[in-house]
């Protein structure tokens, strides 16, 4: 009897409290899609096609995402031109790391927030059978190509 009546003392409490809970701040959405700054999310031209190596040095996916974000920072914003390349080779005791980005097709990119995301594809989506023993690959689309390739000292295999 006790349990039914402090139900029903604690129901229009809580009845009251529901009542007069104040409205959820407005919130704002922006397209970061249409921005051309150099650090949102440009839409890219074509579909991304990724190619895996499937040969050659295996690397760990924690220098490898070490190698991905350091390269993506240093060249954010850099505008390429058709036929030219930006890359960076890091260096993790007995295999090195390339990766690059480079305008093909005419075209002509800037190095955007979506290095990271396009340089990571090969990374995840080639030799999934684990975490580690990546042995890179590219993804392209319409005007841009970019690279992520572990090698032996110095070498690109």
Known sequence: MK?????AFLAPN????LATALPAPKTELKDLSTNDSETSLTKRDGAEVVKCYNSGTRADRAPSISAIDDFCRRVNGVRVANGQSVSMRYTFGTYTILVSGAAINGGNIVIDGNCN???RKPLDE???GGEN????????????QFRYDPGSNGSDF
């Open 14 to 17: 809580a009845l009251t409290v």
């Open 3 to 7: 349990l039914s009546v402090a139900f």
């Open 117 to 119: 995301r396009l340089l």
């Open 133 to 144: 023993g990546k042995q890179g690959g590219t993804v392209t689309d319409l005007y841009g």
């Open 126 to 128: 080639c030799n999934m």
